[in-house]
């Protein structure tokens, strides 16, 4: 990871293609949040997706990301404001206006910071995004016992039809990763 200090509106460019590194780029404005973007890195790193983080002048957020995007060579880019308490995430083919993800400062928090990062990886490797409340990705023990409990109780309501594509469902995908770490 690497992470640059402040860089002047004349120095901030996107990277010429073939000098880019293929990351997913994180354009931060100053002060940095450094906590939310640990957080972040943390669902980036569980895919293990590399990023490179710059420190740049206030800019609409929006614009932040879609620049971080153009500027990846895996066409994935985050905007983050600390003063605001928002985050974005961008790609590429999208318009400036229209990013994936945009996070409120009511949503600034670790389990969703952590879900951008991980969509921001999922994004890169074209695996389905996350659209999880904050419970079902929290990784308190207490959230999870609760979570099971919900989940048995969904279950016990399937049918036997939903239940027997559900098992499918399941073995194809660990079929899938076995094949692939294999």
């Given at each position: 990871?690497?992470?640059n200090k402040e860089?002047?509106p ?5 990277i ?7 990351v ?16 972040i ?9 590399p ?5 740049v002048e ?10 971080a ?6 066409n994935?880019g985050i905007?983050i404001?600390?003063?605001?308490q ?5 790609h ?7 990013p994936l ?9 670790m389990?969703?910071?952590r879900?951008?990062g991980a969509?921001a990886?999922?994004l890169?490797?074209?695996?389905p995004l996350l659209f999880?409340s904050e ?14 409990q919900?989940?048995l109780?969904d279950l016990?309501?399937?049918s036997?039809?939903k239940l ?11 079929l899938?990763?076995?094949e692939r770490?294999?």
């Amino acid at each position: 990871m690497k992470k640059n200090k402040e860089i002047s509106p004349v120095e901030d460019k996107l990277i010429a293609g073939s000098e880019a590194k293929p990351v997913v780029r994180i354009l931060t404005t100053v002060p940095s949040p450094d906590k939310a973007i640990g957080y972040i890195l943390w669902g980036l790193e569980e895919e293990e997706i590399p990023v490179e983080i710059e420190e740049v002048e206030e800019k609409p957020l929006k614009l932040l990301a879609k620049q971080a995007a153009d500027g990846s060579k895996l066409n994935v880019g985050i905007g983050i404001s600390g003063t605001d308490q928002m985050a974005v995430l961008h790609h590429r083919d999208l318009p400036v206006d229209k990013p994936l993800f945009s996070m409120a400062a009511d949503e600034f928090n670790m389990t969703q910071l952590r879900m951008l990062g991980a969509n921001a990886a999922r994004l890169v490797k074209g695996n389905p995004l996350l659209f999880h409340s904050e419970q079902a990705y929290s990784s308190a023990p207490k959230d999870s016992m609760q979570l099971q409990q919900n989940d048995l109780n969904d279950l016990a309501q399937l049918s036997q039809y939903k239940l027997g594509e559900l098992i499918t469902l399941l073995v194809t995908e660990l079929l899938t990763n076995i094949e692939r770490q294999g």
